[in-house]
């Protein structure tokens, strides 16, 4: 087994399996969340969101981020 840690392979299979189980596991999980019915509808018109998203990029861009980071970071904060 490719171990660089100088791990039993018995205990770094161990890990490894593990580590790869609770990732799959937190994976389907995530995967089958509903949206909170109990959160408020927002009523929020595309091009306000737009601008809004406009507005985060350029000040990524502005704070020193190259054009791509700032699009990294964008999709980022709009993802949560």
């Keep these: 087994m490719n171990n660089p840690f100088g791990l039993p392979d018995e205990l770094f299979g161990a890990i490894l399996a593990s ?5 799959m596991n937190t994976a389907n999980s995530r995967s089958m969340k509903k949206p ?3 959160a408020p509808k ?3 018109s595309p091009e306000d969101g737009a ?3 406009k507005k985060i ?3 990524y861009v502005k ?3 190259n054009e791509v ?3 990294e970071l964008l999709k980022l904060v709009l993802s949560k």
Excluded: K, L
Excluded at 19 to 23: P, Q, R, S, V
């Design 19 to 23: 580590a790869i189980t609770e990732g």
């Design 36 to 38: 909170n019915p109990a």
């Design 42 to 44: 927002q009523d929020v």
């Design 51 to 53: 601008t809004a998203a």
């Design 57 to 59: 990029y350029d000040s």
């Design 63 to 65: 704070a020193g981020f």
């Design 69 to 71: 980071q700032a699009f």
